[in-house]
Every structure is written in C-alpha cells, then in structure tokens.
C-alpha cells in the first residue's frame, strides 16, 4: 500500500501538522518535548477546500530534517503548504514549496486547518478502534494502510482489485524485513 501511494506526490495546496500518539507518559514532558511516537500528516485539498490525498510518515525527531525529507518525497515543487507557524516547517521554502503558516488563535487556526485535524482525528480512531493500540514498530504501516483507504474511499468496489494489482507490483518484503 505504502509502496502505490508513494508513487504519487501530493500537489496543489497541502495542509501539514505534527502529530503525537501514544498513552501520555506520567510525569514525563507533554506536546513537542515528547517522548511519544511522532509522525507528519499532509493532506491535499481542491479548489473547493475539500480533501483529496493523504499522506502520513513516522519520525523520530520532529526537525527541519525530518519536514525537509517528508516533503522532498511526498510533496511536488510549487505546491503550497498550509501550517501552523512552528519554525521547523520554515526550510519548505528552499526546497520550492510555498509555506502558509498561521500564527492565530486556537479558534482561526482550526479554519485554517480544518482537513488535516479532521484526517489526524480519524486515523487516530482508526487505530484505536480497529486495533486497539499498536506498538511503534508496526505503526507506520497501519497508517500507510489508511491512507491507501482514504485516497481511494470513492473507489470502494474497486478497492480489492486495486490492492492486488498493488501487491503484484510492489518489490518483495521478507519476513524479517516485516517483523524488524
């Protein structure tokens, strides 16, 4: 699945967060400072402010780095990036993309936003809801898979079709390699 969908970049306008998940660590430091499994969230929309494609990528650290990599593989040059204002989204400049941050309020930031925390919220409850938590280790791919769902969610009856074809052509995976 992750495979397919790397093979399209997203484009056009493109909102981006930071995300955290995981159980709260008692006494340990909350948001950014966090030891919590991380992870990028991007979503396209259209013309007409609605989503199209999603993309979502774990990392370690959440550094101008870790956006720069993100984006050089997720992101086509002259699209635009919607944001919060956080500095790490700043080097999306030098690599061709237009940045939009919002330093706003709560309330207008969520305007400006508003497709990427509803996809944030729903992938959050697709893990939660359907298996119930999940270890780091395994984590990516369980948001690979959603966003394979969620970019193809107009195409249901042909989902499995579209999945085989996926499998057919993606390169070979050991079992180590998956239980790594």
Known sequence: MAYRDMQYPLSGTIEMDEVYSGSPDPGRKRGRGTRRAKAIFAVSVTDDNKPRFA??????????????????????????????????????????????????????????????????????????????????????????EFCYRFNRRYHEKELFDRLLLACANAPHVNYDELTR
């Not at 508003?114 to 948001?143: C, E, M, P």
């Open 55 to 144: 993309r979502i990528q774990m990392i370690k650290r959440l550094d101008g780095r870790s956006v720069k990599a993100f984006a050089l593989s997720r992101i086509a040059r002259g699209s635009t990036v919607r944001s919060d204002g956080l500095h790490v989204y700043r080097c999306l400049t030098r690599l061709g993309i237009l940045h939009d941050p919002a330093v706003t309020s709560h309330t207008a930031r969520n305007k400006h936003l508003r497709w990427i925390h509803i996809v944030i919220s729903n992938a959050k409850a697709f893990v939660t809801g359907t298996f119930h938590g999940l270890d780091k280790k395994h984590l990516q791919r369980y948001l690979d």
